[in-house]
């Protein structure tokens, strides 16, 4: 998948949406999710099994299965692979898991006793690879039910609970392979389940009394006598109301939507329950009035007696079942007899054997084998879509009047005891020549010798092919028209014709060069005079699942449409066209050349190899290659003496090397973004580098700040210090001075004495001073350092104003502002203090207040607390985050600092 990529499911009610993922610092748009989607189911959409693919820039997918239920879903939790780790699973519960290989997957169930307890295991039926394996163990770990191959390759476990308790499942594939293509759905149940119905078909459009045969049925009596693996089933009669229109077995599940089934039509039906629908059953229509078989009819004395026409049910309930039926036919009549078994899904393999009654002379009764009928080999759809089926088809033109009788026998034992599940009509009607018709898009190389799955994709200029198979009826071998239907404008294929006895053709669809982007369905449709009548079929879809190896069959089934993709940017490097406008002529024995031409767009260097396909017997052509420098050919094709006269569509198949940039469009989408995602890195790691010098920065001032706040706290020291001194010495003096003052005023006439009273009184007040100056000196160191401890420096941001704050004697005293680069500068107030006419309250306790402004002209916005310890100050000046503070027209009072640079240019 590539491009922006989509799902186109067969419902218009279910839709998906890819997730995406929230836009980026790197992408500015949601960004898809690669391979998830959100489903949307409406409420009014069935249950039931529908196809989903892929749409994206090479065009739509092979379909693959998508269920949808009526009942819980949970996911397989991971790591569940042993008993201990089992995930809980409620009853009526689905469960979607995918196998890991070697490991198997462990359920645990809370069971009641007297339940009768149905898990249901779909992976083939869902077009898995899962070989699915199921075990029942009980809380010990032995082993109570093992189940294979029940439904196709789907294992089923029916299982009556003993005892409350805790039970568990395991589920694996049979030869431990796993992986994405291993998947599987899980449901245990103790809800209704249908194992088969009788009779199996119904008439179209006509209520109709049927006999649903399973388990857990509401209202139903038991089935005596029918077990399937020793189970006892219940039975129980309902009405049935097939829908107003025929869907062929496209409809069914893939699980029976083979090849072989294409001819059935048919539609599902389901039985509700308390806890919500049973599993399908595929109903048939009626080809004439029905009938159920009667037992005992295992001998010729006891064979069945038919009314012709009809439709009769049956099954092969035991091992070495033989069911004799017997019907009268008048000479010259033709009845076919047909038988549905295999064809219905199930593992059969009936064989008829077709008798005449007589009596000989002597009276009794005799019986002469007309003939035995056996698989209906004949393929349509050769390696791709293998339509041979184990059911008989046999036109009986009755050889004369008389009794006959028909003896059913299944060829393919199923156990040892049968099984009533395998179920079979016989149909003998009246001749009526019809046909139905298969479209599928081929893998286009190797000449149809490789099958493998393949999407739909025409580019502008370019063709694309559809593979028609015919599967006719009753001996109908005309020849069928083929047209396409619902192309959009700028596309055209056309009209080709089936010849006469052929079964596959291929049409071809032409986009013009200028053809728009488009995805939808289109209808390939086919005519055919029938008689006087004419009958219309639109082909049913098919699809190839799996690749198989060379000149191997693949695993195809039929699909719910048939999807067709127009690019939206790519064209075809070249187109090879038939130069003849008129359909072209020969006679038996005769060469005809075709000419041909070939349109370039680009440069081929390699030869241009051009094979015819889908030639009629008996007619050849040879290869013709086209050089670099040639651009018209003639193709010879030699139609031998015993080819049939008739009109027959050929085509080219054109083959050669060219020079291809896959999705070229999404490759410049790349480079645009990978040109951006650079940009977008370089901007960041500039800012980074920014940020990286601001850092620095940031350290270097703070380291500055350190040491000044050291000296600070070295000067408070040496204050202190020089204090102590002056205030010893003043001490010292004081006592003289006291002394020389009580000398003098004691001998107040003692001039010597008041002279020395007077000296030694100036030295005490003069110690007094340089002791009080001391004391101011240490109050204005331990002023200094106390600030120095919470001092930011500033930093140059992008031009913007920034207050670079004194250190040393200048300290800042009552407010500094910090600017740090690739942010926005901050204001830090200490003290209390009026900014802008708003007061910022200071709790001198908390250390001070940051202000953040919104704007340049606006101050106070935000405070934020700021503690004082020294260290978380010291970190603040690395980590300071806030808006810008820009000019306005005045500071205001700055708790006394009047003499402040940032108070006196009314700037900050």
């Known amino acids: 998948m590539s491009g922006t990529p989509s799902e186109a499911i067969s419902d218009p009610g279910i839709t998906a949406q890819q997730k995406t993922s929230p836009p980026t610092p790197f992408r500015q748009t949601p960004e898809p999710i690669p391979n998830q989607f959100t489903v949307t189911i409406a409420p009014d959409v069935p249950p039931g099994v529908y196809d989903v693919r892929a749409v994206g820039t090479f065009g739509v997918s092979n379909p693959r299965a998508f269920m949808v239920g009526d009942r819980e879903e949970l996911l397989k939790q991971a790591g569940i692979n042993t008993q201990e780790k089992a995930m809980p699973l409620p009853l009526e519960t689905w469960c979607s898991g995918q196998a890991d290989g070697a490991a198997a997957d462990w359920y645990?169930?809370?069971?009641?006793?007297?339940?009768?307890?149905?898990?249901?295991?779909?992976?083939?039926?869902?077009?898995?690879?899962?070989?699915?394996?199921?075990?029942?163990?009980?809380?010990?770990?032995?082993?109570?039910?093992?189940?294979?191959?029940?439904?196709?390759?789907?294992?089923?476990?029916?299982?009556?609970?003993?005892?409350?308790?805790?039970?568990?499942?395991?589920?694996?594939?049979?030869?431990?392979?796993?992986?994405?293509?291993?998947?599987?759905?899980?449901?245990?149940?103790?809800?209704?389940?249908?194992?088969?119905?009788?009779?199996?078909?119904?008439?179209?459009?006509?209520?109709?009394?049927?006999?649903?045969?399973?388990?857990?049925?509401?209202?139903?009596?038991?089935?005596?006598?029918?077990?399937?693996?020793?189970?006892?089933?219940?039975?129980?009669?309902?009405?049935?109301?097939?829908p107003a229109e025929t869907a062929p077995m496209a409809a069914a599940p893939p699980g029976l939507a083979r090849p072989e089934a294409a001819v059935l039509d048919g539609f599902e039906f389901r039985l509700p329950g308390p806890a919500g629908l049973s599993n399908p059953f595929y109903l048939g229509y009626a080809l004439a009035p029905t009938l159920v078989e009667q037992e005992p009819n295992d001998a010729p004395a006891q064979a069945q007696k038919l009314s012709l026409p009809c439709d009769v049910a049956g099954s092969f309930q035991h091992r070495g079942d033989q069911d004799w039926l017997e019907f009268s036919a008048q000479q010259g009549e033709v009845w076919w007899i047909?038988?549905?078994?295999?064809?219905?899904?199930?593992?059969?393999?009936?064989?008829?054997?077709?008798?005449?009654?007589?009596?000989?002379?002597?009276?009794?009764?005799?019986?002469?084998?007309?003939?035995?009928?056996?698989?209906?080999?004949?393929?349509?759809?050769?390696?791709?879509?293998?339509?041979?089926?184990?059911?008989?088809?046999?036109?009986?033109?009755?050889?004369?009047?008389?009794?006959?009788?028909?003896?059913?026998?299944?060829?393919?034992?199923?156990?040892?005891?049968?099984?009533?599940?395998?179920?079979?009509?016989?149909?003998?009607?009246?001749?009526?020549?019809?046909?139905?018709?298969?479209?599928?898009?081929?893998?286009?190389?190797?000449?149809?010798t490789q099958v493998q799955p393949w999407g739909s994709l025409l580019r502008k200029g370019g063709t694309l092919m559809f593979d028609v198979f015919a599967l006719r009826r009753d001996g109908f071998a005309g020849p069928i028209e083929l047209r396409v239907e619902g192309l959009p404008e700028g596309l055209s294929a056309a009209p080709v014709t089936l010849p006469a006895g052929l079964d596959a053709a291929t049409v071809v669809i032409t986009a013009g060069e200028q053809a728009a982007a488009w995805v939808g369905n289109i209808q390939i449709v086919g005519k055919a005079k029938i008689g006087e009548a004419e009958r219309t079929h639109v082909a049913w879809p098919a699809s190839v699942l799996y690749a198989a190896q060379q000149?191997?069959?693949?695993?195809?089934?039929?699909?719910?449409?048939?999807?067709?993709?127009?690019?939206?940017?790519?064209?075809?490097?070249?187109?090879?066209?038939?130069?003849?406008?008129?359909?072209?002529?020969?006679?038996?024995?005769?060469?005809?050349?075709?000419?041909?031409?070939?349109?370039?767009?680009?440069?081929?260097?390699?030869?241009?190899?051009?094979?015819?396909?889908?030639?009629?017997?008996?007619?050849?052509?040879?290869?013709?290659?086209?050089?670099?420098?040639?651009?018209?050919?003639?193709?010879?094709?030699?139609?031998?003496?015993?080819?049939?006269?008739?009109?027959?569509?050929?085509?080219?198949?054109?083959?050669?090397?060219?020079?291809?940039?896959?999705?070229?469009?999404?490759?410049?989408?790349?480079?645009?973004?990978?040109?951006?995602?650079?940009?977008?890195?370089?901007?960041?790691?500039?800012?980074?580098?920014?940020?990286?010098?601001?850092k620095q920065r940031a350290d270097q001032a703070v380291s500055e700040a350190e040491v000044a706040l050291k000296q600070a706290q070295e000067a408070l020291t040496a204050a202190e210090a020089e204090a102590a001194k002056a205030a010893e010495a003043a001490k010292t003096l004081l006592d003289p001075a006291a002394a020389a003052k009580a000398a003098a005023d004691a001998d107040p006439n003692n001039a010597d004495l008041a002279k020395a009273a007077q000296e030694a009184q100036q030295a005490a007040d003069s110690a007094a001073e340089r002791a009080k100056a001391a004391q101011d000196a240490v109050a204005d160191a331990r002023r200094r350092a106390e600030q120095g401890d919470v001092v930011e420096p500033a930093i140059a941001h992008q031009g913007q104003d920034v207050v670079h704050p004194p250190l040393g004697d200048r300290l800042l005293d009552g407010v500094h502002l910090v600017g740090v680069a690739g942010l926005d500068p901050v204001l830090l107030v200490i003290g209390e203090l009026h900014v802008a006419a708003q007061h910022a309250a200071h709790d001198r306790r908390a250390g001070g207040a940051v202000v953040a402004d919104a704007g340049r002209d606006h101050v106070a916005d935000e405070e934020v607390g700021t503690p004082r310890r020294r260290r978380q100050r010291l970190q603040r000046g690395r980590h300071v985050r806030a808006r810008g503070v820009g000019p306005h027209r005045a500071v205001g009072e700055l708790a006394g600092q009047g003499d402040h640079p940032a108070a006196q240019g009314g700037q900050h």
Do not use: H
């Open 338 to 448: 047909e038988v549905f078994s295999q064809r219905m899904g199930l593992q059969t393999d009936p064989s008829v054997l077709l008798t005449r009654v007589g009596v000989d002379n002597q009276g009794q009764e005799q019986m002469a084998d007309i003939t035995e009928l056996d698989d209906e080999p004949k393929n349509v759809g050769g390696l791709q879509f293998n339509s041979a089926s184990a059911d008989p088809v046999y036109r009986f033109a009755v050889p004369e009047t008389g009794r006959y009788r028909l003896l059913v026998r299944n060829l393919y034992a199923t156990g040892s005891e049968g099984d009533p599940r395998s179920l079979y009509r016989v149909c003998i009607r009246p001749e009526n020549p019809d046909f139905r018709l298969v479209a599928l898009q081929p893998y286009p190389g190797n000449a149809r």
């Open 551 to 694: 000149n191997l069959p693949g695993k195809a089934r039929l699909a719910r449409s048939l999807p067709l993709a127009v690019s939206a940017t790519e064209s075809d490097p070249f187109l090879v066209e038939i130069a003849a406008e008129q359909p072209l002529e020969m006679s038996l024995a005769g060469q005809l050349s075709i000419p041909v031409k070939v349109v370039r767009r680009g440069e081929i260097k390699a030869p241009i190899t051009l094979t015819a396909l889908n030639l009629p017997p008996n007619i050849g052509a040879q290869q013709l290659a086209l050089d670099q420098n040639t651009n018209e050919g003639a193709l010879v094709l030699q139609v031998n003496a015993n080819a049939s006269p008739g009109e027959a569509t050929l085509y080219l198949q054109a083959q050669t090397t060219v020079g291809y940039r896959r999705n070229l469009a999404e490759a410049e989408a790349a480079a645009a973004a990978k040109a951006e995602l650079e940009k977008i890195a370089a901007e960041l790691a500039a800012k980074a580098q920014e940020a990286d010098q601001a």
């Open 108 to 242: 645990r169930l809370a069971l009641k006793q007297g339940q009768r307890l149905v898990v249901d295991v779909w992976a083939q039926r869902l077009d898995s690879r899962m070989d699915a394996t199921l075990l029942l163990r009980d809380a010990q770990g032995r082993e109570l039910a093992r189940s294979r191959d029940v439904n196709g390759k789907d294992p089923l476990v029916d299982f009556a609970v003993p005892a409350d308790g805790d039970y568990f499942l395991q589920v694996f594939d049979a030869v431990y392979a796993g992986g994405p293509e291993y998947y599987y759905r899980l449901l245990a149940t103790a809800g209704p389940y249908i194992d088969f119905i009788l009779p199996p078909m119904v008439p179209a459009a006509t209520r109709s009394e049927v006999t649903v045969y399973g388990r857990n049925l509401p209202g139903s009596v038991p089935a005596e006598g029918i077990a399937v693996q020793g189970q006892q089933l219940e039975k129980l009669s309902v009405p049935v109301e097939p």
